[in-house]
């Protein structure tokens, strides 16, 4: 990301040339060009970021209509954490048990797929990822029609679970399956199988160590997809399972500014750290990993010789096309 | 091809648990909602769909703030991304990290970013209040929802561009530069080109997002006629699953069919870039 393209020495010499009139005439131009850059680049910053500044400022002040002049206060936090605390715990709830569900079906499928190579595996993996292209409505309205009328079910925090977690597998088992491709963990496990591993063996000791960066990234993603989760949550859920994103939509529908920013500042401060960790991973939105993963993923390998010697493309980045092809929307609108 | 350290039936345990669940819970509902749109009458159900004005209206002017959408961002992401990628500041890092923070908003989120800039008791407002004395408030109408829809797709969109302008050889540039070519030029015959695929890929699905979004669109204003909302107020409203599921299907459909096209055309261009 720091890297900066050089800067053009080749100018210097080309101005001693004939054609060094040409290029000191777009001088101008690029100025120019530089400068609109550099304009769009600052409106985009206000766009982007001066909304969140002010709502968090919002859920801070006595008096938004009044401006900062009120003074501060925390009222407006507490009063939210006061009725929407339900919300929040069920959130939590519901991210928990997603990201559980999503790690028992979606890592030791992703990486079967990995290690297929099959055109029925490339198959599934295209049916799995089916539910991220399609808008989360279609796949709402599908689950009600078929299972609304359980009312134990329909009423419960599971009937959001399950959406959750229809939405967010694609996620794991692509993250997992583009980790488990881009080290060729055939060769690792007939190494270790060689030498007499069973196959548990081979899982604690070369597939988890390998794949755990593509988990890692594979779970942030699934929690933070499963916190902001609002088109399927909004119909799936009933007045007793209301989530975090029900309830903002709730607060900023029916409640003064100042709630609906302080509850907004809550879903930043659960959120933030989520994004923060991914970013200093390199964890990109759609949940892969775009940087190399850790050294420390290779040093933990049951088998160090065999891992640094004999296999060459443990050491190349993510070069699987699977790990740079965005294939789906973005689930949270 | 025989892989003695993986047989087939451990391919077979560890694939059930992910297909069992997404077979229950998605095939199955989705073939259900196949056969509710139906109706009995396939053919009849969807043409009168169709050919119904206010549907036709919806599914235009969704795919219309769409390309609309998906247009604009491509335009600004293309120019803030190179510019990012290509000049060195002291808070880069930082500013980067807060231009991507968007990625993570629920639809709703977004919608109040956009209320707070240009609702009733927005920025916007306040400042054109001051400058003109005339009190700009587009937050809850269509152009509400332009500036929602550019807030998250911007985000992604700025990614994909940086990512794939730092693979870019300045060595072409400059070679161009050295023959004379003027920045347009160099715009348009070499970093055009290059990220070519990565802004196809790009452009898929920020549109489809933007036809799918609904968190957004809900926040705004109940009465903006885009599909999602249509579906919406069919369904709870005048509780016509008929029409919802026909409605639904039809963006699935289209979002699909779009995010599908863009692989291919991109899906032979990275195969040969790498």
Same mark, same amino acid.
């Given at each position: 990301?720091?890297?900066?393209?050089?800067?053009?020495?080749?100018?210097?010499?080309?101005?001693?040339?004939?054609?060094?009139?040409?290029?000191?005439? *777009?001088?101008?131009?690029?100025?120019?060009?530089?400068?609109?850059?550099?304009?769009?680049?600052?409106?985009?910053?206000?766009?982007?970021?001066?909304?969140?500044?002010?709502?968090?400022?919002?859920?801070?002040?006595?008096?938004?209509?009044?401006?900062?002049?009120?003074?501060?206060?925390?009222?407006?936090?507490?009063?939210?954490?006061?009725? !929407?605390?339900?919300?929040?715990?069920?959130?939590? !709830?519901?991210?928990?048990?997603?990201?559980? #569900? =999503?790690?028992?079906?979606?890592?030791?499928?992703?990486?079967?797929?990995?290690?297929?190579?099959?055109?029925?595996?490339?198959?599934?993996?295209?049916?799995?990822?089916?539910?991220?292209?399609?808008?989360?409505?279609?796949?709402?309205?599908?689950?009600?029609?078929?299972?609304?009328?359980?009312?134990?079910?329909?009423?419960?925090? @599971?009937? #959001?679970?399950?959406? *959750? =977690?229809?939405?967010?597998?694609?996620?794991?088992?692509?993250?997992?399956?583009? #980790?488990?491709?881009?080290?060729?963990?055939?060769?690792?496990?007939?190494?270790?199988?060689?030498?007499?591993?069973?196959?548990?063996?081979?899982? !604690?000791?070369?597939?988890?160590?390998?794949? @755990?960066?593509?988990?890692?990234?594979?779970?942030?993603?699934?929690?933070?997809?499963?916190?902001?989760?609002?088109?399927?949550?909004?119909?799936? *859920?009933?007045?007793?399972?209301?989530?975090?994103?029900?309830?903002?939509?709730?607060?900023?529908?029916?409640?003064?500014?100042?709630?609906?920013?302080? !509850?907004?500042?809550?879903?930043?401060?659960?959120?933030?750290?989520?994004?923060? =960790?991914?970013?200093?991973?390199? =964890?990109?939105?759609?949940?892969?990993?775009?940087?190399?993963?850790?050294?420390?993923?290779?040093?933990?390998?049951?088998?160090?010789?065999?891992?640094?010697?004999?296999?060459?493309?443990?050491?190349?980045?993510?070069?699987?096309?699977?790990?740079?092809?965005?294939?789906?929307?973005?689930?949270?609108? | 091809?025989?892989?003695?350290?993986?047989?087939?039936?451990?391919?077979?345990?560890?694939?059930?648990?992910?297909?069992?669940?997404?077979?229950?819970?998605?095939?199955?509902?989705?073939?259900?909602?196949?056969?509710?749109?139906?109706?009995?009458?396939? /053919?009849?159900?969807?043409?009168?769909?169709?050919?119904?004005?206010?549907? %036709?209206?919806?599914?235009?002017?969704? /795919?219309?703030?769409?390309?609309?959408?998906?247009?604009?961002?491509?335009?600004?992401?293309?120019?803030?991304?190179?510019?990012?990628?290509?000049?060195?500041?002291?808070?880069?890092?930082?500013?980067?990290? %807060?231009?991507?923070?968007?990625?993570?908003?629920?639809? /709703?989120?977004?919608?109040?970013?956009?209320?707070?800039?240009?609702?009733?008791?927005?920025?916007?407002?306040?400042?054109?209040? $001051?400058?003109?004395?005339?009190?700009?408030?587009?937050?809850?109408?269509?152009?509400?929802?332009?500036?929602?829809?550019?807030?998250?797709?911007?985000?992604?969109?700025? /990614?994909?561009?940086?990512?794939?302008?730092?693979?870019? +050889?300045?060595?072409?540039?400059?070679? $161009?530069?050295?023959?004379?070519?003027?920045?347009?030029?160099?715009?348009?015959?070499?970093?055009?080109?290059?990220? $070519?695929?990565?802004?196809?890929?790009?452009?898929?699905?920020?549109?489809?997002?933007?036809?799918?979004?609904?968190?957004?669109?809900?926040?705004?204003?109940? +009465?903006?006629?885009?599909?999602?909302?249509?579906?919406?107020?069919?369904?709870?409203?005048?509780? +016509?699953?008929?029409?919802?599921?026909?409605?639904?299907?039809?963006?699935?459909?289209?979002?699909?069919?779009?995010?599908?096209?863009?692989?291919?055309?991109?899906?032979?261009?990275?195969?040969?870039? $790498?």
């Amino acid at each position: 990301m720091d890297r900066l393209p050089p800067q053009p020495s080749v100018l210097s010499v080309a101005a001693t040339r004939p054609g060094a009139r040409k290029i000191s005439a *777009h001088q101008p131009l690029r100025f120019w060009l530089l400068l609109m850059q550099a304009l769009l680049t600052c409106l985009l910053c206000a766009f982007l970021i001066v909304p969140m500044v002010m709502s968090i400022l919002a859920g801070l002040t006595v008096n938004y209509f009044r401006g900062l002049a009120s003074g501060l206060t925390l009222r407006w936090i507490e009063a939210v954490l006061g009725t !929407y605390s339900d919300s929040v715990l069920a959130s939590l !709830y519901v991210a928990a048990a997603t990201l559980a #569900i =999503v790690l028992a079906t979606g890592m030791p499928a992703g990486y079967a797929l990995a290690r297929s190579p099959t055109r029925l595996a490339r198959l599934i993996e295209e049916m799995l990822v089916l539910p991220i292209a399609l808008p989360g409505l279609a796949s709402a309205l599908a689950i009600l029609a078929v299972y609304g009328s359980f009312s134990g079910f329909r009423n419960s925090l @599971w009937f #959001i679970v399950v959406g *959750h =977690v229809v939405f967010t597998l694609p996620f794991m088992v692509r993250s997992v399956a583009a #980790i488990c491709a881009s080290v060729d963990l055939r060769t690792l496990e007939e190494g270790a199988a060689s030498l007499g591993a069973s196959f548990c063996q081979r899982c !604690y000791t070369v597939v988890l160590p390998n794949a @755990w960066p593509g988990v890692l990234a594979g779970a942030l993603t699934v929690v933070t997809l499963s916190l902001g989760e609002f088109n399927l949550t909004w119909m799936l *859920h009933t007045p007793d399972t209301k989530t975090l994103p029900v309830g903002l939509a709730d607060a900023y529908a029916s409640m003064r500014i100042e709630i609906g920013s302080a !509850y907004t500042i809550i879903f930043f401060a659960i959120t933030m750290p989520l994004l923060i =960790v991914m970013q200093m991973l390199g =964890v990109d939105p759609g949940g892969n990993l775009q940087r190399k993963p850790a050294r420390t993923a290779r040093r933990d390998v049951g088998l160090p010789p065999l891992a640094s010697n004999s296999n060459p493309t443990v050491d190349t980045p993510g070069n699987d096309k699977r790990a740079t092809n965005p294939t789906a929307q973005d689930p949270l609108r | 091809m025989h892989d003695l350290t993986f047989p087939l039936r451990w391919r077979v345990v560890l694939l059930t648990p992910a297909l069992a669940f997404f077979a229950c819970f998605w095939l199955l509902p989705i073939a259900r909602l196949m056969q509710i749109s139906g109706d009995g009458h396939v /053919v009849s159900t969807y043409l009168s769909v169709l050919t119904n004005r206010r549907y %036709l209206d919806s599914l235009l002017a969704t /795919v219309a703030l769409s390309v609309a959408v998906t247009l604009c961002t491509l335009l600004w992401s293309v120019m803030v991304g190179l510019f990012l990628v290509r000049h060195a500041f002291p808070g880069r890092r930082v500013l980067v990290a %807060l231009l991507t923070f968007p990625l993570a908003f629920p639809g /709703v989120v977004v919608g109040f970013m956009v209320i707070m800039l240009a609702g009733r008791q927005g920025l916007i407002g306040a400042l054109t209040l $001051a400058l003109t004395g005339d009190k700009w408030v587009f937050a809850y109408s269509m152009a509400g929802l332009f500036a929602g829809y550019l807030y998250f797709s911007i985000p992604r969109v700025i /990614v994909t561009v940086m990512a794939a302008a730092g693979k870019l +050889d300045p060595a072409l540039e400059e070679a $161009a530069r050295s023959l004379g070519a003027n920045p347009w030029q160099i715009m348009r015959d070499i970093v055009l080109p290059a990220l $070519a695929p990565a802004l196809t890929a790009a452009a898929a699905v920020c549109f489809a997002t933007s036809m799918g979004a609904f968190g957004t669109a809900f926040t705004l204003a109940t +009465d903006i006629d885009v599909l999602p909302m249509t579906i919406y107020t069919e369904f709870t409203l005048n509780a +016509d699953m008929v029409t919802a599921a026909v409605l639904s299907l039809l963006l699935g459909v289209v979002t699909w069919a779009v995010l599908a096209l863009a692989r291919n055309l991109t899906g032979q261009a990275a195969a040969a870039a $790498a």
